[in-house]
């Protein structure tokens, strides 16, 4: 399984902006499915956005027009660009891998269908 290390989270005001980066310890872009979750305290871990290996994209209505996955090939790593942090936002961050060289369905967003994970990273949105 390929490994993963989140880092970028802090903490903002509202309406501020956030990057997070996802490293992968090996080649990803063109042949893992690749996700941001959070998980709130208390609450089940959900689906943020998410990128397949043909470079589709999935986002939850919640953060649709204010975060943007991305991916940076040469440095084998993910993105997630959050712009307008709401208090709502406010979560441990994960980065979900998933091997689907051959899928070219929609990127699913639901946590049990990426086996490796990162350890995450804390984001806190304050008003």
């Not at 989140?6 to 903002?12: A, I, L, P, Q, R």
Request: charged share 15%; aromatic share 12%; hydrophobic share 30%.
């Amino acid at each position: 399984q390929v490994q993963l290390v989140e880092s970028g989270g802090g903490s903002v005001q509202v309406g501020g902006s956030l990057r997070l980066s996802c490293a992968a310890s090996r080649y990803t872009y063109t042949t893992h499915c690749m996700g941001w979750f959070r998980q709130a305290q208390g609450k089940e871990r959900e689906g943020v956005a998410a990128t397949g290996a043909d470079g589709n994209t999935n986002y939850a209505d919640s953060v649709k027009g204010r975060f943007t996955i991305s991916k940076d090939n040469a440095k084998n790593t993910l993105y997630l660009q959050m712009n307008s942090l709401k208090p709502e936002d406010t979560g441990m961050y994960y980065c979900g891998a998933r091997p689907c060289f051959a899928y070219r369905g929609p990127v699913s967003l639901a946590a049990e269908w990426y086996p490796s994970w990162g350890q995450g990273t804390q984001v806190t949105v304050s008003s």
